[in-house]
Nanobody
C-alpha cells in the first residue's frame, strides 16, 4: 500500500508562484511513475505532469509547459511541482498519483487527497 499527502496549495495572484509537495509513504518503488493531476470545478481530472522512476524523464500538459516543473526526490519519497506564472485557469484541486506495477504487471494507482490551488486575477 502507498499513502500520499499533498501540501503547498493556497491562494496566489496571477503571475505568482507556488510549490506543491507530495509525501509518499509505504511500499514506494524507485520504478514507480509519479504524477500530478488537477481537477477544476465541472471539469474532468487531467494530467499536469508526470515523472518516471528509473530515468526520471518527465512529461507535461501543453497548458503548463514552460511554467511548471516536476521533480522527485527518491531518497525522501517526495514529489514536487514548481508552478510559475500562474494563471486563473490553473485554479483546481491538485492531486498526487503513484502508478505502480505489481509482480505480474498489473497497474495499481494510488491517489492523495488533493490540495486546492486558487489563482486570483
Amino acid at each position: 500500500q502507498v499513502q500520499l499527502v499533498e501540501s503547498g496549495g493556497g491562494l496566489v495572484q496571477v503571475g505568482g508562484s507556488l510549490t506543491l509537495s507530495c509525501a509518499a509513504s509505504g511500499n514506494i518503488l524507485s520504478t514507480d511513475v509519479m504524477a500530478w493531476y488537477r481537477q477544476a470545478p465541472g471539469k474532468q481530472r487531467e494530467l499536469v505532469a508526470n515523472i518516471t522512476g528509473g530515468s526520471s524523464s518527465s512529461k507535461y500538459a501543453d497548458s503548463v509547459k514552460g511554467r511548471f516543473t516536476v521533480s522527485r526526490d527518491h531518497a525522501k519519497n517526495m514529489l514536487y511541482l514548481q508552478m510559475n506564472s500562474l494563471k486563473p485557469e490553473d485554479t483546481a484541486v491538485y492531486y498526487c498519483l503513484v502508478e505502480q506495477l505489481d509482480w505480474v504487471g498489473d497497474e495499481h494507482d494510488y491517489w492523495g487527497q488533493g490540495t486546492q490551488v486558487t489563482v486570483s486575477s
